[in-house]
T-cell receptor, first 112, second 113 residues
């Protein structure tokens, strides 16, 4: 069953804590992306990676970090430097041509 | 500034009725325009992708139109079903690269029996 798997579905962060959101894809896509979705706002790009061991900052990268050690995996760490982390986080991937973006089912992050 | 504006913000219709959602954009250069459907608590799913040269594209009961001259797009839903209740997001690509996507804030559609 091909697709993008995000985990966990819900995550709670304590103040000063780093948390990591998982994203795995079995679509053999080269490019992977992390977006943040807030109520009443359009999706905003956090980080993206077009190839293994390489990634670029998006529009709102401050307070976040990523790694791309394997083609299938693109985990996102929300660091304690991100002062307003409560949001719905979406991982996506795309193949050659980058015309069609496939999204995971999202992770809702909340602050305790 | 590149922007994508959608209207209405929310819409309520009865099952079986048709509806049209609007998208206006000020994105340059323009590469393509996409419509996504997002169920509550889920990731968006692609409905259509249109390039500059396409002015109509259908996907089942969903028909998207594009007027590149006026920079407007619409998504028409025919014979609505309860499962159409979702947010519909208009996305414009400013280049062939996916990192240049500009997302609208979406139209929240509710279909009642």
């Amino acid at each position: 069953d091909g697709g993008i798997t995000q985990s966990p579905k819900y995550l709670f962060r304590k103040e000063g804590q780093n948390v990591t959101l998982s994203c795995e894809q079995n679509l053999n896509h080269d490019a992977m992306y992390w977006y943040r979705q807030d109520p009443g706002q359009g999706l905003r790009l956090i980080y993206y990676s077009q190839i293994v061991n390489d990634f670029q900052k998006g529009d709102i990268a401050e307070g976040y970090s990523v790694s791309r050690e394997k083609k299938e995996s693109f985990p996102l760490t929300v660091t304690s430097a991100q002062k307003n982390p409560t949001a719905f986080y979406l991982c996506a991937s795309s193949g050659t041509g980058q015309e069609k973006l496939f999204f995971g089912s999202g992770t809702q992050l909340s602050v305790l | 500034k590149n922007q994508v504006e959608q209207s209405p913000q929310s819409l309520i219709i009865l099952e079986g009725k048709n509806c049209t959602l609007q998208c206006n954009y000020t994105v340059s250069p323009f590469s393509n325009l996409r419509w996504y459907k997002q169920d509550t608590g889920r990731g968006p799913v692609s409905l259509t992708i249109m390039t500059f040269s396409e002015n109509t594209k259908s996907n089942g009961r969903y028909t998207a139109t594009l007027d590149a001259d006026t920079k407007q797009s619409s998504l028409h839903i025919t014979a609505s079903q309860l499962s159409d209740s979702a947010s519909y997001i208009c996305v414009v690509s400013a280049s062939r690269d996916t990192d240049k996507l500009i997302f609208g804030t979406g139209t929240r559609l509710q279909v009642f029996p």
